[in-house]
């Protein structure tokens, strides 16, 4: 989804073991790679790792990177210039609905693209998406060691992009019969969450809108 040299900046957020940013500045995805985290074993462990391998390397490549021990709420984006992305991904949604309110009301009127990859809590975030008029750029449905992952590729500020659809709408779409029996397993897998949810409430319509929506989602039959 990130092409070469389309931001100035990319953060990489909750960035734990850093392999995302890893790589992507050995892709030289942007001209600055920066990685946050609010806890200070995991930006020590990883500003050893980058001043072991990429030190070198940055200075004949035209990215360059930074670490940043912070609160992801509070990034420092007033003191970076350009185009950013920012990606959160290994934390719930209702963690990430936080950061992204917090970055958004003091950076109303900055060109902020978001990568995000909830563990949980989808709908509601893509809910709070809307809410704050963000427009779609991307989304991809993956499952890797028998969990499903929404990726969700969004702006802040462009209008040009789809509509956010509080379900999703490209991720329930497939080109082959696995993606099709993965797309199946993933919607039987969150109605089940859900319903899961109405009948351990105390109000039991609560969930009923969201699972409505969910049961409406019409997926292709598979092509044999």
Same mark, same amino acid.
């Given at each position: ?22 790589? $992507?500045?050995?892709? !030289?995805?942007?001209?600055? =790679?920066?990685? *946050?985290?609010?806890?200070?074993? /995991? #930006? %020590? ?31 420092? $984006?007033?003191?970076? !210039?350009?185009?950013?992305? =920012?990606?959160? *991904?290994?934390?719930?949604?209702? /963690? #990430? %609905? ?127």
């Amino acid at each position: 989804m990130v092409t070469s040299q389309q931001y100035d900046h990319i953060w990489d957020c909750c960035c734990d073991h850093g392999l995302l940013g890893f790589t $992507l500045l050995s892709r !030289q995805a942007a001209s600055n =790679i920066h990685f *946050a985290d609010i806890v200070p074993e /995991l #930006m %020590i462990e990883v500003k050893s790792k980058l001043e072991r391998f990429y030190t070198k390397a940055s200075n004949s490549t035209n990215s360059s990177w930074k670490t940043h021990c912070v609160d992801v709420a509070k990034l420092p $984006l007033k003191d970076y !210039q350009g185009k950013q992305l =920012i990606i959160i *991904a290994g934390v719930g949604g209702d /963690l #990430m %609905i936080q950061f992204i309110e917090a970055i958004y009301q003091q950076y109303p009127n900055v060109d902020i693209d978001f990568l995000l990859c909830p563990v949980h809590h989808q709908f509601s975030l893509r809910s709070k998406l809307i809410e704050l008029d963000f427009s779609l750029k991307d989304e991809e449905l993956v499952e890797d060691n028998q969990r499903f992952y929404e990726i969700i590729y969004v702006s802040s500020t462009s209008k040009v992009n789809r509509e956010i659809n509080p379900v999703g709408e490209k991720i329930w779409q497939s080109s082959s019969n696995e993606q099709a029996e993965t797309v199946a397993k993933y919607l039987n897998k969150t109605l089940k969450h859900y319903q899961r949810i109405q009948q351990g409430a105390k109000h039991g319509n609560d969930m009923q809108s969201t699972i409505d929506a969910y049961q409406a989602i019409a997926i292709p039959s598979l092509t044999l």
